[in-house]
């Protein structure tokens, strides 16, 4: 069954503005990731949160999780025309081994 | 130079038809995934082959059919193609140590008539 679920479905900010995406999963998790997809190509591993760790940060981007209320949220802060794209999170289950499980996604419109 | 790539990028065919989908990747990568993506991009797995073995094989319809000759390869041959099977399908690969991180090929875009 579906794993997670993002909202919003889509955003659409201006550039230099920061974008906050959620998803929520519903089963524990080793670790949740964070993927990219421009239009017509295939996903780019974003970043990737440990279970065990409440924040990341690479470059411009910020991922928290908080496994009691099973949920997550990537910033992108100071967006760019480029990073317009949808972005899914990913979960890998305790016990599912490589297996990923994909949340719906979010549409991020950065409008120049 | 393209790490995972699949081929063809774009498939029209009529329904019944058999088609095969080609995916390789030069990344030394172990284990394989084929996705499938809807019209709504809800990606959703099908199969993974470790080492040319098949170890996740989702609730697909039998006419889809994994072939793996080497680790480096990983085909999917699809047969009496149906309208609903239109969408896009994504290779992907993951390396032995960090088997979570999943790189993806460039989609092959299928259209059932």
């Known amino acids: 069954s579906q794993q997670g679920e993002e909202d919003p479905q889509a955003l659409s900010i201006q550039e230099g503005e920061n974008a906050t995406m959620n998803c929520s999963y519903k089963?524990?998790?080793?670790?949740l990731q964070w993927y990219r997809q421009n239009s017509g190509r295939g996903l780019v591993h974003l970043i990737l949160?440990?279970?065990?760790?409440r924040e990341k940060h690479s470059g411009r981007l910020r991922v928290t999780l908080d496994t009691s209320k099973k949920s997550s949220s990537l910033l992108i802060t100071a967006s760019r025309a480029a990073d317009t794209a949808s972005y899914f999170c990913?979960?890998?289950?305790?016990?599912?081994?490589?297996?990923?499980?994909f949340g719906e996604g979010t549409q991020l419109t950065v409008n120049p | 130079d393209t790490a995972v790539s699949q081929t063809p990028k774009y498939l029209v065919t009529q329904m019944g038809n058999d088609k095969s989908i080609k995916c390789e990747q030069n990344?030394?990568?172990?284990?394989m995934y084929w996705y499938k993506q809807d019209s709504k991009k809800f990606l959703k797995i099908m199969f993974s082959?470790?080492?040319?073995?098949?170890?996740i094989n989702e609730t697909v319809p039998n006419r889809f059919s994994p072939k793996s000759p080497d680790k480096a390869h990983l085909n999917l041959h699809i047969n009496s193609l149906e309208l609903g099977d239109s969408a896009v399908y994504f290779c992907?690969?993951?390396?032995?140590?960090?088997?979570?991180?999943?790189?993806f090929g460039a989609g092959t875009r299928l259209s059932v008539l």
């Open positions: 992907a690969s993951s390396p032995p140590i960090f088997k979570n991180i999943q790189y």
């Open positions: 089963t524990s998790i080793n670790n």
């Open positions: 949160i440990r279970s065990n760790e």
């Open positions: 990913a979960t890998v289950r305790e016990t599912s081994g490589s297996r990923l499980t």
């Open positions: 990344l030394g990568h172990d284990t």
């Open positions: 082959y470790n080492n040319k073995e098949l170890i």
